[in-house]
């Protein structure tokens, strides 16, 4: 049987994309080969690639005057693609802080150029929340704001799109496709592939037309947005396997009924989980209700000695990949687009029964 799997990353994908892969795996559609083994530059392979950006401008509401990147490195080779990108003349700009991920983002970029930190984070009640954008200071000469979504491990999220003069860009790589998204308020969004896309090994950029031309002469060719997007995301080989299997994610959640659709489950599933922590005396989650997270939910035992424990029966009843990240220890529960609402059920019962035989 396949367990449920609330692994932070690479994560669940769903049986039904994984059960395709596997049927067209040893000779896709007819051709007498894999998918793996065909040139990135055939026909066949490029409607493959064509299709999927099709696909994903389709399920995400893409405006015309933006490239979509089909790029390798992760999300943290981003973090210096940006401002390599985007800094522009001003050589500046502003990012928000709101826990590690966005901090990665801040150290690599103060590399490349003047940048203007906001501590975005503050306290309610013991409670950690995100201070509305209204009462950043942001910068007059900004070339853009950079955020991070939703913070996959700390499991803080935004609760809506920042609002900023300065075009906004957007570490999504843990909330895309999660919850419906109006584009056009963003100058760039990314994400790695391995949370809610696909397999690792493929980062999409997200990239309004009017910000592809500020590069800084230095840039590495490969990390050149224009280039990329003149080339079709194949200046060099890209990552066919995944940019392949990334499609078939998006025709499943083409045929879930789209992002809303998703959503609605995601908001049942994070709902549940939540409601049962709040109620017990047992476990505990750190973030105030506006900014919890609905992809990842941190929480803590009342008895930490429990931990080892905890996992080891989670396990038991194949509910895996339950600790949280080494930086900060605890549990946490990922629950992307592929874990169904009965696999959150079953964490939940799990989570009771724990509970009232060692609480
Ligand atoms: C996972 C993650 C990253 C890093 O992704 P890589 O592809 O491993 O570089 C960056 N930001 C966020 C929000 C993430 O969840």
Wanted: proline fraction near 4%.
């Amino acid at each position: 049987m396949r367990a449920y799997n609330f692994c932070a990353g690479p994560a669940a994908l769903p049986t039904a994309v994984l059960e395709k892969a596997q049927s067209e795996l040893l000779n896709w559609q007819g051709k007498g080969v894999s998918i793996m083994e065909m040139s990135h530059r055939s026909k066949d392979y490029i409607a493959v690639a064509e299709q999927a950006e099709a696909d994903l401008r389709n399920l995400l509401n893409i405006p015309n005057n933006y490239k979509v990147l089909f790029l390798q490195g992760g999300a943290s080779l981003q973090f210096s693609a940006i401002p390599l990108n985007l800094l522009g003349k001003n050589n500046q700009a502003d990012y928000v802080h709101t826990g590690i991920w966005s901090d990665k983002a801040i150290k690599e970029a103060k590399r490349y150029g003047n940048i203007h930190t906001i501590d975005a984070t503050y306290d309610v009640e013991g409670k950690m929340a995100i201070r509305p954008s209204q009462d950043w200071q942001l910068s007059e000469n900004a070339s853009y704001v950079h955020y991070c979504d939703n913070e996959t491990i700390g499991g803080i999220q935004f609760g809506e799109i920042p609002t900023t003069t300065a075009p906004l860009v957007a570490d999504l790589s843990s909330s895309i496709l999660s919850t419906p998204l109006d584009i056009s308020k963003f100058g760039l969004i990314y994400a790695g592939a391995q949370k809610n896309i696909g397999p690792a090994g493929l980062t999409i950029v997200i990239v309004r037309d009017d910000l592809l031309d500020q590069t800084k002469p230095e840039i590495p060719s490969l990390l050149k947005y224009s280039a990329q997007a003149d080339n079709a995301s194949m200046l060099n080989t890209p990552a066919t396997y995944s940019w392949y299997l990334a499609g078939l994610v998006f025709e499943w959640l083409k045929e879930q009924g789209g992002v809303e659709a998703i959503h609605k489950i995601n908001l049942e599933k994070s709902n549940l989980l939540y409601g049962y922590i709040d109620q017990s005396d047992f476990y505990a989650n750190p973030i105030a209700q506006p900014n919890r997270s609905i992809m990842n939910v941190p929480f803590t035992l009342a008895d930490s000695s429990l931990e080892k424990l905890f996992l080891q029966e989670a396990e038991a009843a194949h509910l895996l990949n339950l600790a949280g990240h080494r930086s900060v220890g605890g549990m946490r529960a990922s629950i992307y687009n592929a874990v169904p609402l009965e696999g959150v059920q079953a964490l939940v019962d799990f989570m009771d029964q724990f509970a009232n035989k060692h609480g």
